[in-house]
């Protein structure tokens, strides 16, 4: 086993890669009474097209399948319900599907032994027959129909649309009604068995609890399991201009909601490093329309915004930042924000200050047990690896290469998306 001492932060790391492959990350706390786990495969809803591990034929499954998977791992041979086990000793218990991964989340204050088997008992039982995938799709049909109704849903699927030409990310994690219809449970077993794979998959377990016994408990579970071939997965090419420049829609709202896309080829910045690139752009989002900045300060005293929020997002060839807003004027906060990203006037001072802002809240951040696994998650989810010096690389960022990055940008290359009520 592996132990790292994460730099400028008070808390070790214990990674260890079993001989079938999987990778296993422990954050001990001796602090605290509460633990955290999360047991993911890095299968997610862009993954449609691929080559089976027994195959040579590149095949298509339906679209929304690996959300449709995740609810359906949730049904046991026995009929006993993982939520309702876990229920039952005060455990709390969730999944989730994003468009690069799926997890299944434990956590509570006692019994950490009997969870983490249960957790990875059930994550390796697949029980899926034709009554229980066609009820399952009443099920996610209406949750879909659910999500289509809501305003914030809704503009984020146009924009995502307007964003992407042939990136599966266009595609609602969920899939559509049409293409849940066609999944039986043929598919399920053959995704499960093609990325529910040890070297495929990793637990992450953060809290109060023993990481000798911890790592007894995974071997022993998993030690039938073998390593796999995996699949090879259809890579999409993506055009670097915007799929669409401006969409209107309509939708049973009061105040009008705005959102914006900004498109940027990897290839038009000199950043190898992708953990480099991510704070490099975070940072450019947080001086433009942080909660401090001077920008968003002007809207809000101009009465051009009730709330905004920004996100990066990346693709194997792009970097996409998506803004969401919801204003009175919304052609005047639409033109403010074009003027602001094509004449960014950067400020040093503000650049300094927002690195300690940084470097603090990173130091904060090991305190919640929670916060710790996100943050982890995303970095073997992103880059394939712990991250344990970011606060080394946040203080090492300089405001010349920030200057460059921008220099680089087309900041013209947005598709815009006006939602607006649809009395008007």
Not at 152 to 173: A, G, H, V
Not at 225 to 242: M, T
Request: with cysteine; charged share 30%; glycine share 4%.
């Amino acid at each position: 086993m592996k132990k790292i001492s994460q730099k400028g932060l008070d808390q070790d790391i214990f990674l260890k890669t079993l001989k079938n492959g999987l990778e296993v990350i422990l954050i001990p706390y001796e602090n605290k009474n509460n633990y955290f786990m999360t047991y993911a495969t890095k299968f997610g809803s862009t993954i449609t097209s691929f080559i089976p591990n027994n195959s040579k034929k590149m095949i298509k499954v339906p679209d929304g399948i690996a959300h449709f998977l995740e609810h359906k791992m949730f049904e046991q041979p026995s009929g006993e319900d993982p939520f309702t086990y876990y229920s039952q000793s005060g455990t709390g218990a969730n999944a989730s599907t994003s468009f690069d991964s799926t997890q299944y989340i434990c956590y509570g204050t006692k019994n950490f032994k009997e969870n983490l088997s249960y957790l990875i008992d059930y994550v390796n039982t697949p029980y899926f027959t034709d009554e229980n995938v066609e009820k399952e799709k009443g099920i996610i049909t209406e949750e879909l129909k659910m999500y289509l109704d809501i305003p914030d849903f809704q503009i984020e699927n146009e924009l995502r649309k307007s964003i992407y030409k042939t990136n599966p990310r266009r595609i609602d994690i969920g899939g559509t009604v049409e293409e849940i219809e066609k999944i039986t449970k043929e598919d399920l077993y053959l995704c499960y068995n093609n990325f529910y794979s040890p070297n495929n998959m990793f637990i992450l377990i953060a809290g109060n609890f023993n990481v000798d016994e911890a790592i007894n408990i995974i071997e022993e579970k998993l030690k039938d399991k073998p390593i796999i071939k995996l699949p090879k997965i259809k890579k999409v090419k993506e055009i670097d201009a915007v799929n669409k420049k401006e969409e209107t829609i309509y939708s049973d709202i009061k105040i009008p909601k705005l959102g914006l896309g900004l498109k940027i080829p990897k290839k038009n910045i000199n950043i190898s490093s992708k953990v480099e690139l991510d704070l490099y752009l975070s940072m450019l989002t947080s001086i433009i329309f942080g909660s401090s900045s001077e920008f968003r300060e002007k809207l809000r005293s101009n009465k051009l915004i009730n709330n905004l929020y920004t996100e990066w997002e990346t693709t194997e060839d792009h970097k996409v930042l998506l803004l969401y807003a919801s204003t009175e004027n919304i052609e005047e906060l639409i033109q403010e924000i074009k003027n602001e990203l094509k004449n960014i006037n950067m400020d040093e001072k503000a650049f300094e200050r927002i690195k300690k802002v940084w470097i603090a809240n990173e130091v904060k951040i090991t305190d919640h047990i929670e916060a710790t696994v996100g943050n982890l998650y995303d970095d073997i989810v992103r880059y394939n690896k712990v991250i344990s010096n970011r606060t080394e690389l946040i203080r090492k960022m300089k405001f010349s290469k920030l200057l460059d990055i921008i220099s680089n940008i087309d900041m013209n290359n947005t598709s815009i998306v006006k939602m607006l009520p649809k009395d008007k």
